[in-house]
């Protein structure tokens, strides 16, 4: 990741000084990426209501192309924005604030809004395994990126509140980075070496009606209630493109409000393109669980930043939760 940034940073440089003075017309095309899952149900209603399209159009922007790209997990969405490849990415909020710190006056990546608020659950299928402090070099623990993803950082921070700040990273050695639908199949089977998936919605439900299967950590009980994932761009897209940015933004909330007076059609649409064998009724009870909130507003970001960097994890940051966002975000009450 640093390498990359720091040859981005080369290029960008590089661009800035060859750039024509000049203002240059706004995209014609834009380029989403997502991950698996409930927490990006927003997203997934965005390419099936073509949302952008229609707010793109009532700007009167001559957009020629959405295109939306499906990744496992938050490491492999920054790299495609690094590299150029999207435009927009969801992911968890440990994916974003490394990208935001380690891109600082490079990319200068900033979030475009919340998605969901939503507790991710730890599962495990040992039966030795009361409580995190069970785990032994045995265990393998399945998550979207091993460090960085949000699962990671909230399995450091129980870590740090039951042994100690400098034990922060006691489990990191048992962790693996594995996209959800692998890591489910791969606690389900039994004879895989995942013993735990540190997991969000449907997964982290359908695992507790596996035989055996049982929760040892709730995200909310390490940090309280607070936002699961985020949607992040880079500022030089913004600044070139900033009707198209205001449509995708439109599109976002428009999405949100859809699905939060919509539940059994989103419910319906997750699962005709997730192509998840699980029920409507079932959807729609977690979409329906009072822990679980779709909304743009951000929430408890700053506990875990001050956590990571009281921990040495990422060396600049925010002031403010507003810092991480673009203005667009600045007057909703997040914290």
Not at 142 to 148: D, N
């Amino acid at each position: 990741m640093k390498k990359s940034i720091s040859l981005l940073g080369v290029t960008l440089a590089l661009g800035v000084a060859l750039a024509p003075a000049e203002s240059r017309a706004e995209a014609t095309e834009v380029r989403f990426a997502k991950q698996y899952g409930i927490a990006y149900l927003q997203l997934m209603v965005m390419e099936d209501h073509q949302l952008v399209e229609k707010q793109a159009k009532a700007a009167g922007i001559p957009l020629k192309s959405v295109s939306w790209n499906t990744f496992t997990g938050g490491a492999a969405v920054n790299d495609a924005l690094l590299s150029g490849a999207v435009d927009f990415v969801g992911g968890g909020i440990g994916a974003f604030v490394t990208m935001w710190s380690r891109t600082k006056g490079i990319l200068d990546v900033k979030a475009v809004g919340s998605l969901v608020k939503m507790p991710m659950l730890l599962n495990t299928r040992n039966p030795n395994v009361k409580s995190i402090a069970d785990f032994t070099d045995k265990d393998r623990i399945a998550l979207p990126a091993v460090r960085i993803s949000p699962q990671a950082v909230t399995l450091q921070a129980a870590a740090a509140k039951m042994f100690g700040d400098k034990s922060f990273d006691k489990f990191d050695s048992l962790t693996v980075s594995l996209g959800h639908p692998d890591a489910m199949q791969a606690l389900s089977s039994g004879s895989s070496e995942i013993t735990a998936h540190f997991t969000t919605p449907p997964y982290q439900y359908q695992q507790l009606r596996m035989p055996g299967v049982r929760t040892v950590l709730n995200s909310y009980d390490v940090w309280g209630p607070q936002t699961a994932t985020i949607v992040w761009a880079g500022s030089k897209f913004v600044k070139e493109n900033p009707k198209l940015y205001a449509a995708s933004v439109k599109a976002l909330e428009e999405a949100t409000d859809w699905i939060n007076k919509n539940k059994t059609e989103a419910a319906k649409l997750y699962l005709r393109m997730s192509k998840d064998k699980e029920t409507v009724e079932n959807i729609l009870a977690m979409l329906n669980d009072p822990q679980i909130e779709f909304t743009m507003t951000p929430h408890n970001l700053m506990a875990f930043v001050n956590f990571k960097h009281r921990t040495g994890t990422m060396k600049v940051v925010p002031a403010t939760w507003k810092d991480l966002f673009f203005p667009n975000a600045h007057a909703l009450s997040g914290s």
